[in-house]
């Protein structure tokens, strides 16, 4: 079952959840709801983090308030899935953690416990949360990349 956070605060109104190598939180798993019901999950500066809450959808069209109208009929583009990026950044605080302490992160991340991200960005090269600039082929016109390889950033942090 779920896992509340255990909350750290930096002052007034920055707060992470603790993860560490003996504790995450972590949440049930996301169900679809039975038709005209919702699910939410609420994070908050007051200290709510995915807060799962329920609630059913109304018909009437005189509620005060927010009002949200749903056109099932207009489709737009479909949802691939969520996730984030894996900077170099990002994987070098990863790295900095012990074995149990990245298994409880990554756990967080892509878990059916986790927030399931099922997608990853990685940057092609450097970027500006790299620890220096590097590019996979710096010689002039070699249009046929004879010199391309992969940095060590990636073979060891990110491949």
Do not use: W
């Not at 996730?83 to 990863?94: E, F, H, K, P, V």
């Not at 059916?112 to 016109?141: K, Q, T, W």
């Amino acid at each position: 079952g779920a896992q509340p956070c255990s909350p750290k605060y930096f002052g007034r109104y920055a707060m992470v959840c603790v993860c560490n190598a003996t504790y995450c939180d972590v949440l049930d798993p996301v169900v679809l709801p039975p038709p005209s019901t919702y699910i939410m999950y609420e994070s908050s500066k007051a200290g709510k983090r995915l807060e799962r809450s329920q609630g059913s959808f109304q018909r009437s069209l005189h509620a005060p308030g927010l009002l949200l109208t749903l056109n099932l009929s207009a489709l737009y583009q479909p949802v691939k899935g969520f996730g984030g990026s894996l900077s170099d950044a990002a994987a070098l605080n990863i790295l900095g953690l012990s074995p149990s302490a990245q298994d409880n992160l990554l756990r967080s991340y892509f878990s059916e416990s986790g927030i399931e991200y099922n997608l990853l960005r990685l940057p092609m090269a450097c970027s500006d949360f790299s620890v220096r600039p590097y590019s996979y082929d710096d010689v002039p016109h070699d249009y046929e990349l004879k010199h391309f390889k992969l940095a060590e950033e990636d073979v060891k942090m990110k491949v």
